[in-house]
C-alpha cells in the first residue's frame, strides 16, 4: 500500500498499489505473452531439459530410469561403429542436399526476379514443395516413384532406357532419392532470395552497365556479394534443417538398404522406442544438438570473412 | 480499471457457460455424473448433476447414474475402452465391426479403437507406455510379453479367470499357459497360428510342380529351380527371426539360448542357406527386395508376383490372398535336410493385455471375454487373427468359413499333428537383434558379407545385446 506520506518529504518515490503495478506496460506485455511462455516452458524448455537429465539415465520407458552418469556417452563413441556410420550416412546429406538446394534455389530466384504477368504463379508453384514438405504422403509418393516399377523408370524407359534400376534398392542410389528430394523442396529458399535479390540497389546494376561489364561479372561482383547476408541466412537455416532430416529415411527406405539411408535421427528414435533405450537416445540427441550448435558458431565467428552487410560501410 | 474488471468477470463468466456446454456431449456429462458418485449429488453445482441426469434420461441409458447416488463405480456407468492392435486392412475392418456390435449390446460402454501395422506398432506402444496413456486392452505377442511383464505393464487377468468374467471352460490349458507367467496370467491367446510359407498355386501349377506338406532344402532348391525355369517366376527367402528360429529348430537348437552364450551354430547354417539362395539366378534380387517391405501384407513381393512364395503366419494368410486378389496354398517351412526335429510349432498368434495402468479392468476383462467366447463375435472375425481358442467357436466358425478360411483351419491342423512345443517366449533385447539380423543378411544378399564370418559377428554382437538387456 501506499507508503506513509506521514514520512515527508524524505518519501519521494512512493510504492505503487498493487492494481498500479498491474497497470504499467510491462506487465501487459507479459500477459501477451503468457499463452506463448507457457507452451515454450512445457513444450520445449522443460522436455530438453528432461531429455538432458535421462541422457544421464538407463531408462526402457517401461521401467523407472536409473542413473548412470556418462556411460551413454562413453558408450556412443567407443563402443558402437553404428553410431559413426549414421553419422557419416547424415553428414553426407547434409554436405550435398544443403548447397545444392542452396544453388537451386538461387537460379530459380534469379528467373523469377522479374514480375512478369505469370511470376506470382510459378513462385507459388516452386513454393509449394517445400510446404508441403517432410509430409508423409510426399515421402510415400516419392517412394512410389523411385520404385523399380515407378514413375522414373517409367520416364526412363520412354526415353529408351533400360527403366529397371531399383533406385531405392541400390546402395550407391538410395541416398540420392533422398537428396534429390531435399533439393526438390527449395521454394522456401527461394524466396528469401527473392526478398534478398530485390533489395539490391538497382543502381548499382546501372552503374556496371555504364562501365560496361558483362552479366556474368554482374552476378559475380554485384548479385553474389550482395546476397551473402541472404545466403548466410538459408545456409544455417537449411543446415540445421538438414541434420534434423526424419520423414524421409524413416518413410522412404527405412534406412535401406543395409543401414546406407539410416539417418542420425532415425537411429535415435530406434533406440528409443524400438530398443528401449531411452537414455542412449537422448544421449545422441544431445550430442546432436551440441553438434549443430558449434557447426552453427563456427559459421557466425567466420562470417566477417565472407559476408558483406551493406550497413556496415 | 472498473473497465478492467468487468472485463475480466465477463469472460470468466463466457469461460464457464462453455464448460457448461461442452457437457451436453453424453459421455462427458454422465462421466462427470459418474465421477461423483462417490461425493454425492451435493456436491457439484446443481446445473452440472441435473444436466447429467438430463442427458442420461435422454440417452436412454440403462442404469442411469440416478444423478451421482452413491452407485458402486463399474454399474452400468459408462465407460469408455480404448483398444489398440496391429494388422492389416483386413484385421482392423473386421475388429472395428465386432466392437460396434459389441457397443450395440452394451449401450454402456464405448470403445476406442487404434491401430497400426507391424512395424509401428512397438515403438508406439513405447511410446504411449512413457507417456501413461496406454490404452485399456492392448494385442500383445508371444515375442513381447515377457519384456511387457517385467516392467509391470500388464495386468494379471487370474482374479478375472478365477470369478469367471473371463470364461475358460472351453479353452484348452495350454492356451491359458501360453500366456501365463510364473502361473499368473497375464494374456488371453486370440487365436492359434502356425508359420507357414504361401505360395501361389497357379504359378506352381504353370511350372508342373507339386509342393508337399514340407519340404527339404534340397527339394526345395529343385522345386525354386524348376519354377523359374518354367515361368521365370523368383524366389524369396526370408531374413526375419522367425525364419533363423525355425532353421535353429530344426537342428534341435534354441536360438536365443545360442546367441546369449555367443554360439554361431544355428546362425551360421541359416547365413549360408541364405548366401546360397542369394547367388542361385531364381532369387529376386536384393535390391528389389530392399524396397518392398516383405513385413507388410501389401508389400510382400508374392504380391504382385515378384515371387512365387512367401514367409508368413498361417493368419497372414487370408488378409495376404485378399490382397494378392488370386488363389494361393499353404505349406510349411522347409525343412533342413536331415532334420534333427521337426520345426513346425503352434503359436498363440496374439494376445489381449489389460495395461496395469488402466482404470477399467472389470469392463476391459468383459470385452476380452466376449472377443474371446462370442461366436456372433467370431463369426464376423472369421478367424482373421488364427483359429478361434474356444473350441465351440472354433467349430461354429469352421462350418461357416469361406473356402480360403477353410485352408487356414485345415493347415493348422496339419501343423498341430506334427507340431512340437514351442519355444520359450524371446529374451529382451529382441528387437535389436532383429535389426542387427535384417541388416547382416540384407549384406550377405548382396555379397557384401560372407556368411561364417557374419554369423560369428552376429552371434557375438547379439549376446552383448541380450547380456545388456539382461541386466535392466
Known amino acids: 500500500m501506499k507508503a506513509d506520506s506521514a514520512a515527508g518529504v524524505k518519501a519521494v518515490k512512493t510504492k505503487k498499489t498493487f492494481t498500479q503495478k498491474l497497470d504499467t506496460q510491462g506487465v501487459a506485455g507479459y500477459v501477451f505473452i503468457l499463452p506463448f511462455i507457457i507452451g515454450f516452458l512445457a513444450f520445449l524448455l522443460v522436455p530438453m531439459i528432461m531429455s538432458l537429465v535421462y541422457s544421464f539415465t538407463e531408462y526402457d520407458i517401461l521401467r523407472e530410469p536409473t542413473f548412470i552418469g556418462v556411460a551413454n556417452y562413453i558408450d556412443m563413441f567407443t563402443n558402437n561403429a553404428k553410431f559413426w556410420d549414421v553419422l557419416q550416412v547424415t553428414l553426407y546429406y547434409v554436405v550435398f542436399s544443403v548447397p545444392l538446394r542452396l544453388v537451386m534455389a538461387l537460379l530459380v530466384a534469379m528467373l523469377l526476379v522479374k514480375s512478369t504477368k505469370l511470376s506470382g504463379f510459378y513462385r507459388a508453384v516452386f513454393y509449394l514443395p517445400s510446404i508441403i514438405g ?21 520416364v526412363i524407359k520412354l526415353f529408351g532406357g533400360q527403366g529397371n534400376t531399383a533406385w531405392l534398392g541400390r546402395g550407391d542410389t538410395a541416398i540420392w532419392t533422398l537428396i534429390i528430394l531435399a533439393i526438390w523442396q527449395f521454394g522456401s529458399s527461394m524466396l528469401i532470395f527473392l526478398s534478398g ?6 543502381s548499382l ?4 552497365t555504364v562501365d560496361g561489364a558483362n552479366g556474368p561479372q554482374k552476378f559475380w561482383s554485384i548479385t553474389l556479394p550482395m546476397l551473402t547476408p541472404t545466403i548466410f541466412f538459408n545456409l544455417v537455416n537449411q543446415l540445421i534443417n538438414g541434420f534434423m532430416a526424419f520423414t524421409q529415411s524413416y518413410i522412404i527406405t527405412g534406412g535401406a538398404p543395409r543401414d546406407k539411408t539410416l539417418f542420425y535421427t532415425v537411429y535415435m528414435y530406434k533406440q528409443c522406442f524400438t530398443y528401449n533405450k531411452l537414455g542412449y537416445g537422448c544421449a545422441m540427441a544431445w550430442f546432436m544438438v551440441i553438434l549443430v550448435g558449434l557447426i552453427t558458431l563456427v559459421l557466425f565467428k567466420t562470417q566477417h570473412l565472407w559476408v558483406h552487410y551493406e550497413a556496415e560501410e | 480499471m472498473k473497465r478492467k474488471i468487468l472485463a475480466l468477470t465477463l469472460a470468466t463468466a463466457m469461460a464457464m457457460s462453455l464448460a457448461a456446454c461442452g457437457g451436453s456431449s453424453t459421455t462427458a456429462a454422465t462421466k462427470a455424473a459418474a465421477g461423483t458418485t462417490k461425493a454425492a449429488a451435493a456436491t457439484t453445482a446443481a446445473a452440472g448433476t441435473t444436466k447429467a441426469a438430463a ?9 442411469a447414474a440416478a444423478a451421482g447416488t452413491t452407485a458402486k463405480a463399474g454399474s452400468g456407468e459408462q465407460v469408455t475402452l480404448n483398444l489398440i492392435w496391429w494388422g492389416n486392412q483386413t484385421r ?4 472395428k465391426k465386432a466392437c460396434d456390435l459389441y457397443m450395440q449390446k452394451n449401450p454402456n460402454v464405448k470403445i476406442n479403437v487404434e491401430f497400426t501395422d507391424w512395424t509401428g506398432y512397438w515403438d508406439k506402444l513405447s511410446a504411449m507406455a512413457a507417456g501413461g496413456n496406454l490404452p485399456d486392452i492392448i494385442q500383445q505377442d508371444y515375442a513381447y510379453i515377457t519384456q511387457w511383464h517385467a516392467s509391470n505393464q500388464l495386468a494379471d487377468l487370474s482374479e478375472f479367470i478365477k470369478s469367471g468374467t473371463i470364461d475358460t471352460k472351453k479353452i484348452p490349458q495350454s492356451v491359458i499357459d501360453s500366456g501365463s507367467i510364473g502361473g499368473k496370467c497375464y494374456a488371453i491367446s486370440l487365436g492359434s497360428n502356425a508359420p507357414c510359407m504361401t505360395y501361389d498355386k497357379t504359378i506352381t501349377d504353370q511350372a508342373g510342380v507339386t509342393i508337399p506338406d514340407q519340404m527339404t532344402m534340397d527339394e526345395f532348391d529343385k522345386v525354386c529351380q524348376t519354377i523359374f525355369e518354367k515361368t521365370g517366376v523368383k524366389t524369396f527367402y526370408s531374413n526375419d527371426a522367425t525364419i533363423l528360429q525355425t532353421t535353429a529348430r530344426s537342428l534341435g537348437n534354441d536360438i536365443y539360448g545360442e546367441l546369449k552364450d555367443g554360439k554361431d551354430t544355428s546362425t551360421k547354417v541359416f547365413f549360408n542357406d541364405c548366401a546360397t539362395i542369394a547367388r542361385k539366378p531364381y532369387a529376386v534380387a536384393p535390391d528389389i527386395l ?11 513381393p508374392i504380391i504382385d508376383k515378384t515371387s512365387w512364395n512367401d514367409f508368413a503366419f498361417s493368419n497372414m494368410f487370408i488378409a495376404t490372398s485378399k490382397a494378392a486378389g488370386r488363389n494361393l496354398a499353404m505349406t510349411m517351412f522347409p525343412a533342413q535336410n536331415g532334420a534333427k526335429q521337426q520345426s513346425m510349432y503352434l503359436k498363440p498368434s496374439q494376445f489381449f493385455s489389460i495395461s496395469e495402468t488402466s482404470k477399467h479392468k472389470e469392463e476391459a476383462a468383459k470385452f476380452i471375454n466376449w472377443f474371446t467366447n462370442d461366436v456372433d463375435c467370431n463369426l464376423i472375425l472369421m478367424g482373421e487373427r488364427g483359429i478361434p481358442v474356444n473350441s465351440d467357436v472354433a467349430a461354429a466358425v469352421k462350418a461357416k ?11 493348422v491342423d496339419k501343423v498341430s499333428k506334427v507340431a512340437t512345443p514351442i519355444d520359450k517366449p524371446d529374451p529382451a533385447g529382441k528387437g535389436e537383434i532383429n535389426d542387427l539380423l535384417k541388416t547382416t543378411v540384407e549384406g550377405i544378399r548382396y555379397g557384401e558379407l560372407k556368411a561364417d564370418k557374419a554369423a560369428a559377428d552376429f552371434a557375438s554382437q547379439s549376446k552383448t545385446i541380450l547380456e545388456k538387456a539382461a541386466s535392466k
Open chain 2, 290 to 300: 530392399a524396397e518392398k517391405n516383405a513385413e507388410v501384407v501389401e508389400t510382400k
Open chain 1, 134 to 154: 517432410s509430409s508423409v504422403a510426399v515421402a510415400l509418393l516419392w517412394k512410389r516413384m523411385f520404385a523399380s516399377d515407378g514413375v522414373v523408370n517409367g
Open chain 1, 205 to 208: 546494376y546501372e552503374a556496371a
Open chain 2, 401 to 411: 468359413v469361406d473356402d480360403v478360411n477353410k485352408q487356414v483351419y485345415d493347415y
Open chain 2, 92 to 95: 482392423n475392418d473386421v475388429t
Open chain 2, 55 to 63: 442427458t442420461t434420461a435422454a440417452a436412454g441409458t440403462t442404469k
Open chain 1, 197 to 202: 535479390l530485390k533489395q539490391i540497389p538497382v
